[in-house]
C-alpha cells in the first residue's frame, strides 16, 4: 500500500507541499533573471499540468517547451511539446534557454552516463538551470514508497516489483518488466549532483531532519 502522505499522486500529500514550497523557491529566482520577456523555459520531463496546477498556465510572462520521450498536445499558448532525448539536446543551441528546469527526471535515465550527458546538455543550451531529483539516501524510496528499497539486493527489488502494487506502480507483469523498471531508476546523492553541476548552488528539501531532495541551481 502506498504511503499516503508521500504519494507524488495524491493532491494533499506532502510530496505536493514539498513541491508547491520549492516551486515557489523557483518563482523567486525568476525574478532575478535577465532577459526580454517572455522568459523561455526548457522543461525537461514534465507535463502542462505539472505548471498548470503551479498556475503558470496563459502565462505570457513564460513560454514553456516541454520535452519529453512523446509529443503531447497542449491547450494553452505559452507551451509547446516536442519529442526529445534528454540526454542528447543536439537540437537546441548553446544558451538557447534563459532556464533549463527539471523535476524528478534524471533520475530516470538509466545509467550515470546519461545523467551525465543531461547534466552537460542542460548547462550548455541554458543561460540558467533549475534540475531537483529525490535523494539516494532517504529512507523512503520515492518511487516504490518502500522503506530502504533502494538499498534491498537487485534480485529482492525484482521480487517486490514482480509480485506487489508499490508507490504509484502497478505490479510488474513479468521478470522482464520488473528488470526494467529497476533498471531505468538511479538515485543520486548530494555528492553526485555536485560534480554533475560543479557551478550550480544546492537547494535541500528537509523532512524530520534528513535531506528528501536535492536541487542543483545556476541563476
Not at 50 to 60: A, F, I, L, P, Q
Not at 127 to 139: M, W
Not at 184 to 213: A, C, H, Q, R, W
Request: proline letters at 4%; hydrophobic letters at 40%; aromatic letters at 14%.
Amino acid at each position: 500500500m502506498a504511503i499516503n502522505f508521500l504519494n507524488p499522486l495524491s493532491d494533499k500529500s506532502l510530496n505536493q507541499r514539498f513541491r508547491a514550497k520549492r516551486f515557489k523557491f523557483f518563482s523567486a529566482l525568476l525574478y532575478t533573471v535577465k532577459s526580454n520577456k517572455p522568459l523561455n523555459i526548457l522543461d525537461v520531463g514534465r507535463r502542462e499540468n505539472y505548471w498548470e496546477r503551479m498556475s503558470y498556465s496563459d502565462n505570457n510572462n513564460v513560454h514553456i517547451t516541454l520535452l519529453n520521450l512523446e509529443k503531447v498536445i497542449t491547450k494553452n499558448n505559452n507551451f509547446t511539446s516536442i519529442k526529445g532525448d534528454a540526454s542528447d539536446l543536439s537540437l537546441f543551441k548553446d544558451k538557447e534557454f534563459d532556464i533549463v528546469y527539471s523535476n524528478s527526471a534524471i533520475e530516470h535515465l538509466f545509467s550515470k552516463a546519461n545523467q551525465k550527458k543531461m547534466a552537460d546538455e542542460a548547462r550548455r543550451v541554458g543561460k540558467c538551470y533549475y534540475i531537483q531529483t529525490p535523494n539516494f539516501y532517504f529512507p523512503i524510496e520515492p518511487h516504490w514508497l518502500f522503506p530502504f528499497f533502494q538499498f534491498l539486493p537487485f534480485n529482492v527489488r525484482v521480487f517486490l516489483t514482480r509480485n506487489l502494487n508499490l508507490g504509484h506502480y502497478k505490479k510488474a507483469v513479468n521478470k522482464e518488466e520488473a528488470v526494467q523498471r529497476i533498471n531505468e531508476v538511479k538515485l543520486l546523492t548530494e555528492l553526485e549532483m555536485k560534480e554533475l553541476f560543479p557551478d550550480g548552488k544546492v537547494y535541500k528539501e528537509i523532512l524530520f531532519g534528513l535531506t528528501k531532495s536535492i536541487t542543483m541551481y545556476r541563476f
